[in-house]
């Protein structure tokens, strides 16, 4: 599964979670859990809103075995813990990679551990990229 990410940091090599909630994209997240991970798009574009103005869109890959669904939560990780989120993400974590769930109109992923970019794009305007 390829997996883009929007940032204004100039990550080498790897994209690591232990940035979240340093931004105003994942600031409210990190009160709902503070689980460090980092947000991908499951398609490049059109970028939300917020994030048109960001310098680089790094691309990476999982194994689309290693993400699990949490909208559709048929392990009912959800209910093992008690409706906590924070609670629900750490069972997760123990046997996947990340979540994906909708987030409007987008699919969202959340990787749990760093992902190794195979490709850095520099946006040259919101939507248009020049590849380095």
């Known amino acids: 599964m390829r997996l883009y990410h ?3 940091k100039d990550f080498k090599g790897y994209i690591e979670p232990g940035y979240f909630g340093e931004n105003t994209y994942t600031r409210n997240d ?5 689980l460090a991970r980092a947000f991908y798009y499951t398609e490049a ?3 939300e ?5 960001s310098k680089y869109l790094y691309i990476t890959e999982v194994e689309p075995g290693r993400i699990y669904n949490i909208t559709e939560d048929k392990r009912g990780y959800i209910q093992q813990g008690r409706g906590d989120i924070d609670k629900a993400l750490r069972l997760i974590k123990r046997n996947y990679k990340g979540v994906i769930y909708s987030l409007g109109s987008y699919k969202v992923v ?3 551990s760093r992902a190794k970019i195979k490709q850095r794009k520099t946006l040259t305007k919101p939507g248009i990229y020049a590849i380095l």
């Open 6 to 8: 929007y940032s204004n």
């Open 30 to 34: 990190s009160n709902i859990s503070g």
């Open 45 to 47: 574009e059109p970028a």
């Open 49 to 53: 809103y917020l994030l048109r103005g």
């Open 110 to 112: 959340n990787l749990f």
